[in-house]
């Protein structure tokens, strides 16, 4: 079993920051990737930004502001948002590719929200 728990959302004001947390646990070996997407209601999932080895990847409309990093064990990643604007509102989901006792697998946090208001 593998599980992900994310923390860190809520509400913040235009200009402000928040950091995400998602920690995996389990029977895990090996990491692969990990990383952030966002939804919001009536449209797709879209990524937001992730980390594979030393490499990330940022969506256009976030570089800059966000910032994604990993801790020493690998096992929980970050996202640090600064400079957050309205329309960066959703519900930002963990994603994890890892090999486990199950084989390799794709798997998702619960969702946390992020509302960007004044």
């Known amino acids: 079993q593998v599980h992900l728990a994310e923390s860190g959302g809520g509400l913040v004001q235009p200009g402000g920051s928040l950091r995400l947390s998602c920690a995996a646990s389990g029977r895990i070996f090996s990491i692969n990737a990990m990383g952030w997407y966002r939804q919001i209601p009536g449209e797709e999932r879209e990524l937001v930004a992730a980390?594979?080895?030393?490499?990330?990847d940022y969506a256009d409309s976030v570089k800059g502001r966000f910032t994604i990093s990993r801790d020493n064990s690998k096992t929980t990643v970050y996202l640090q948002m600064n400079s957050l604007k309205p329309e960066d509102t959703a519900v930002y989901y963990c994603?994890?590719?890892?090999?486990?006792?199950?084989?390799?697998?794709?798997?998702w946090g619960q969702g946390t929200q992020v509302t960007v208001s004044s």
């Open positions: 980390i594979r080895g030393g490499s990330t």
């Open positions: 994603n994890v590719v890892l090999i486990s006792t199950s084989g390799t697998g794709i798997y």
